[in-house]
């Protein structure tokens, strides 16, 4: 996948993508990511690729310093039109090119992102850098089931999401590797379709 091809598709996205993956089983999965994280007021929170803000309300951000960024512009208005009577920062960004400096938030969330950039250990690395020593990376998002080969159906339907938009074969064993050595996992737990939409936390720890 492109990012040009990503502001292509999701364009098309914006306008139904909370009626698909804001819903039901979605916004279910959405609630159990934030499940037993106590914010303090005042703390930092990074949305990347927030889309259209299907998280912003599950946590209190109105106590919170919380940026939000997207690559695509169609679906962070659609942020920005639910919030704007918020304090909420909004930008236009590239998850795999953060315009941060390192240690810059407690909290870095990414939901049903690192399976729709085109490069995922970089923009997983960009979100280990901006958290800052102590601080949470939160992920929820769909990932190949580890150590399972991709079914010959599966590697077939694979091109075909693509055109949509997401990728169903990323690996986060893999993606996670980049930066073993600064971050650590505290949980990983299935959360949809039995092990295929997962909720991680890690832990920032150099």
């Known amino acids: 996948m492109k990012n040009s091809w990503n502001k292509v598709i ?22 159990k990511l934030f499940k037993d994280i106590h914010f303090q007021p005042g703390e930092k929170v990074l949305f990347v690729g927030v889309g259209t803000g299907a998280d912003i309300d599950r946590l209190p ?25 918020s304090k909420i920062t909004f930008l236009q960004m590239d998850a795999q090119q953060l315009d941060f400096d390192d240690d810059t938030f407690d909290y870095v969330v990414g939901s049903l992102i690192l399976s729709v ?19 949470l990376v939160l ?18 339907i694979r091109h075909v999401i693509k055109v949509l938009g997401t990728d169903i074969g990323v690996s986060f064993e893999e993606v996670c590797q980049t930066k073993k050595e ?15 939409y997962r909720r991680i936390l890690l832990k920032k720890v150099v």
């Open 10 to 31: 999701y364009k098309g996205w914006a306008p139904i993508y909370d009626t698909i993956f804001n819903a039901g089983s979605f916004s279910r999965a959405r609630e």
């Open 61 to 85: 951000y109105e106590q919170l310093e919380i940026t939000a960024i997207d690559y695509s512009e169609d679906m962070l208005q659609k942020a920005k039109d639910k919030y704007q009577n």
């Open 117 to 135: 950039v085109p490069d995922s250990k970089k923009a997983f690395s960009e979100m280990s850098r901006v958290c800052r020593k102590g601080g």
């Open 139 to 156: 992920i929820f998002d769909k990932f190949a089931e580890p150590g399972k080969k991709m079914s010959i159906a599966k590697k077939a």
């Open 182 to 196: 600064n971050i650590r996992l505290l949980s990983d737990q299935g959360v949809m379709f039995g092990n295929m």
